[in-house]
């Protein structure tokens, strides 16, 4: 099981990490790919650009927890995990989810799971350069709903 997870200010190669996953392996039958990006509009407003903060060491060790909670869940070979931080432009690359399986079924649904937990676990402030101002973005309930649908009775109980 080959694991990646890295956060970084720099851009991805979103092939090149998904061909990296599966390099010289003949066990991999599918290999999912899911790129957040930069949009330039927000909930009706005009996004000029936008700054991801997070809290180093704490940001990487809550993808890890969730990365091994995909592992647990689904048959997967492989799992890239590329988060940006710092300045991004509509347009730029924001994260990359690259799940790789023996079958299709598990590598969606782990993307989707790791994806999920991203956007509602993963200690990430965004805040969006708009024509009237900087705007911290809030959690939606629709990410939570999202979200939701993953946890277990065990989980459940723990919160």
């Known amino acids: 099981m080959t694991t990646t997870i890295r956060l970084q200010r720099e851009d991805f190669d979103v092939a090149a990490e998904a061909a990296a996953l599966s390099r010289g392996r003949t066990d991999i039958g599918a290999v999912v790919t899911f790129t957040g990006i930069c949009r330039d509009h927000e909930g009706g407003h005009d996004v000029s650009a936008m700054t991801l903060e997070h809290y180093p060491g704490m940001a990487e060790d809550e993808i890890a927890r969730h990365v091994e909670d995909a592992k647990a869940r689904w048959p997967l070979l492989g799992v890239t995990v590329i988060h940006r931080y710092g300045r991004m432009l509509p347009g730029d690359n ?3 989810v690259v799940t790789a399986s023996a079958h299709r079924q598990a590598a969606f649904a782990a993307a989707d799971f790791l994806m999920d937990y991203l956007k509602t676990r993963a200690p990430f402030w965004k805040l969006e350069e708009r024509p009237a101002g900087t705007n ?24």
């Open 94 to 96: 924001i994260v990359l």
């Open 136 to 159: 911290w973005v809030e959690a939606k309930d629709s990410d939570d709903t999202a979200a939701a649908r993953w946890q277990t009775r065990s989980d459940a109980a723990a919160e």
